[in-house]
């Protein structure tokens, strides 16, 4: 119905628009302008409507796609130059044998082949086909950007979903280790270790499927899997995890913030014979989260890389997500940090589609 309410729309306003024109001429050649003029010039248009329907619809759903085809480029050349003859021998008979005699009641003087006429009668039907054919182009054209963006969204979408996937086994592993640590020693802790993880993994396969989530759950997780990583890790780490929070409903994409504590505990305490010291800060203001953390480490090479896979997951996704964020790095000898800033009202809504399984 639609495609309909536009074609009709678009012949409307050029039969108005011919009618005017031949109003104007036929009033110049008759020295007067005037409304007697009208239903003449209805008539007339009416009649050579007839020619241009059948060559610009002839054109649009047929020798369109051949024109732009190289396959069929020279045959459908060949044919809308057959039919544009054929059409302007209709157009030329309809107003040779018709409007001149019944509509005007005139003769011309002008014969059939007269060559102005046939030049008149291809730049009346080239016109309006040209017209029609250069708004369906613009569409078809906007219907492809928008195809196109469709499909770029869609790509995004499935990218970040793989990452997601890929840092959820990631935090199960590392997880599965604490319990099994716990395990071996047989430890009163195991237990709770349990419900700690069926919690966590309760929003890994429910809630991280959501596109956005509320920074006090973010914040939650953290201190879940904080809490998790003390128990086993006893008196051998130091954790501090300050926030300053003004808004614990602002959103965030979920994910981003745990992979940074995992890796502190796992290149720290995880990686250390010694006590180790985690320090956490996040600062949320009017949307805008600098998020830090920082773990002591055993002397290593300088320059060592602590980044593994979650790290490297998060910066994709960022890129992904955010249009505004700073990502700082320090790999020292004995001492990885950490700084994120990102602009929480920068994320691309429109860009990135809901990635819920």
Known sequence: MKRIGRHLAFWSVYFVQDVFLIVLVIGTRQLQISVVNLVPALLNAWLL?????AFTYFILYRSLKKLTSKAHQAAGIVESILVLLTVILLYRWIAVSIVNPYVYHWNDGRSFFDPLAWLVAVMDIGFVSGAAIAIKQVRLNALAKEREDRLHRDKLQAELKFLRHQVNPHFLFNTLNNIYALARKKSDQAPEVVMKLAKLMRFMLYESS???ISIGTEIRI?????????????????VNFYREIDNETQEIAPLLILPFVENAFKHGPGESH???YIHIDMILQNGQLTFT???????????????GIGLQNVKRQLELIYREYQLQVSNEMELFKVRLFINLNSNEKDQLPDTGR
């Open 210 to 212: 959501r596109p956005w």
């Open 293 to 307: 953390v920082e773990n002591t480490r055993e002397g290593l090479e300088h320059g060592n890389n602590a980044e």
């Open 49 to 53: 409507l007839l020619p241009k329907l």
């Open 222 to 238: 953290l201190d879940d899997y904080i809490e998790l990583e003390r128990l086993r890790y006893n008196n051998r780490v130091t």
């Open 274 to 276: 010694f006590e180790a």
